[in-house]
Every structure is written in structure tokens, then in C-alpha cells.
């Protein structure tokens, strides 16, 4: 399967035809029954959700336990659901200092209103504890297909700022962005972003292997309109793809791009598991 074959980190000095890749899971299922140990190659980024289910002690928890397995611990950090700065700063010195955590993504929050004193992923960059904790690689949002939240114009000029924070701080900064199903419409994205002078590293969103009517549940939560229209239109093929085939027709022109241009924006597919992390 194309996604479990190309997820690894790639090594700055090595080649490859094959995309890296990256995956997300939940802190329930990094804790949970199912072994992860081997499941993923040593290295490879796991982004660890934050939908306001999970505790700080079982977010710390999941980080620390993939650090152990051998991976990369990614958690997110949802500027809108931080409920105050002691807070914050007491969560990202635990992840930095139980579990190892050196990546992290931080993203708005997905909540109409703050319910502490952060209203936007730049308010946590600025308050500078993320360097003060070691952590300097730091992945922002990028919505191809736009949000039900902001203007494309509101996005553009977000990006540009954490563009010019990453400039002056010397942060790691990449962006990882919102699934969809149009390989080519995020490329088009990726490639204007550049020539606009957002030219942070991209790792385009793909989703794994699952139900039609899994597909449609997330990309309906996620505001991705465009995906929606895709799923309906294609429910054929994207039921071949339910029964175990592999998205090739999203990852393969992205990858074949990807190769064409190995110094162009995009750099990895980041893998949406909705059909569950053996799957992916």
C-alpha cells in the first residue's frame, strides 16, 4: 500500500522515488489496547490531535510512550482551547521535559470563541515559550480549499506572517495542511503560496483508506467543500478504495510532482487515517 511504504523521514543526504510521509492518531489511540510498536518506520512523524478530549497528563502521556516506540511525538496545540498562559506554559515544559517533545503543530482551535487568552496559533508563537522549551520545529495549518472560518485573504496574509516569524526566530517551520481529494487544485496551492514569498516547506494532506460515509462525516466537519463535491461525484471508485486500495489517484500525482521538483514547496504527504492507523 502506497502510504505504509512511503511513511518514513527522509534523511538529508538520501534520494528516494518515494514521497515521505507523516501520519496523525489520537492520544486514546496511542494509549489504547492496539501495539503500535513497529507499526510505523523508526522516525517518522506522529501528529497527536487535540479535540478537546484528552487531558495534559494523557497528551504528555502518548508523547512520551511513540518518543519510546521510536517516533516522532507531533502534539498539537489549539491556541482558542488553551484555557489560560500558566497553562500553556506548563503543558508545552511537560512535553518538553517528560516526553522529549521537540515538534509541535499549532493550529487556531476550531471553537468560535477563546476560552482563555489566545485567539489565533500566532498569539502562542509569540509568546516565545516554545524556543524557551527546545522546541523549534513547528508545523502551522494551510487550507487549500479554503475555511468556513476565514477569508482565503485572512489565510494568505496568517501564513505570511508566521513566514516572517520563522525568518527573525530561526523556527523550523512547515505547513501542513487540510485533506482533500484534488491533487492537482493543491498543487496549484502549494506552487502559488511560493511565488507569493510563503516559501515554508509544504506536507500536503491526504486520507487513508476508508467508508465512503467516513470520508464524507470528516470532510463535512472540516468545512472542505470542494472534497465533498469530490466524494460524491466519485463514490464509485472511493468504494473500490473502502475495500482496501490504496488512494493512489491523490498520492501518485502528488508524488509524481513531488519527484519532478524535489526543491519545489511541497516536501511530504501528511496521512489522515479516518479508516483507522493499521489501515494507513
Not at 511504504?5 to 522515488?17: A, Q
Not at 510505523?40 to 478530549?53: E, I, N, Q, S, W
Request: net charge neutral; aromatic share 6%; glycine share 12%.
Amino acid at each position: 500500500m502506497i502510504i505504509k511504504r512511503n511513511m518514513h523521514k527522509l534523511p538529508d543526504n538520501v534520494t528516494t522515488s518515494a514521497i515521505p510521509a507523516s501520519i496523525e492518531a489520537s492520544p486514546a489511540q496511542v494509549l489504547g489496547a492496539t501495539d503500535l510498536s513497529g507499526v510505523f518506520p523508526k522516525g517518522v512523524r506522529v501528529y497527536l490531535t487535540d479535540t478537546g478530549a484528552a487531558s495534559q497528563e494523557k497528551l504528555v502521556q502518548a508523547a512520551a510512550h511513540l518518543r519510546d516506540l521510536g517516533y516522532v511525538p507531533v502534539p498539537h496545540l489549539a491556541a482558542r482551547r488553551l484555557p489560560s498562559r500558566a497553562g500553556f506554559e506548563e503543558q508545552v515544559k511537560r512535553l518538553g521535559g517528560e516526553a522529549g517533545v521537540t515538534d509541535v503543530l499549532v493550529v487556531g482551535g476550531g471553537v468560535d470563541r477563546p476560552v482563555g487568552p489566545f485567539a489565533s496559533s500566532m498569539d502562542l508563537l509569540s509568546t516565545g515559550l516554545l524556543d524557551s522549551c527546545g522546541i523549534t520545529q513547528i508545523a502551522i495549518a494551510g487550507h487549500p480549499e479554503g475555511s468556513p472560518d476565514f477569508s482565503d485573504d485572512i489565510a494568505v496574509n496568517a501564513l505570511k506572517l508566521k513566514r516572517e516569524f520563522a525568518e527573525r526566530t530561526n523556527a523550523d517551520m512547515r505547513i501542513v495542511t487540510q485533506f482533500g481529494f484534488d491533487p492537482g487544485r493543491f498543487i496549484a496551492w502549494a506552487e502559488g503560496l511560493a511565488l507569493s514569498g510563503i516559501d515554508l516547506p509544504v506536507h500536503i494532506g491526504v486520507s487513508g483508506p476508508a467508508k465512503i460515509t467516513t470520508l464524507l462525516k470528516y470532510a463535512a466537519l472540516c468545512g472542505v467543500g470542494n472534497s465533498i463535491a469530490y466524494l460524491k461525484k466519485n463514490a464509485l471508485s472511493l468504494t473500490t478504495l473502502a475495500k482496501g486500495h490504496s488512494p493512489e489517484g491523490v498520492v501518485g500525482p502528488i508524488e509524481r510532482h513531488w519527484r519532478a521538483k524535489t526543491q519545489g514547496p511541497i516536501q511530504q504527504i501528511h496521512v489522515f487515517p479516518f479508516g483507522g492507523l493499521q489501515n494507513s
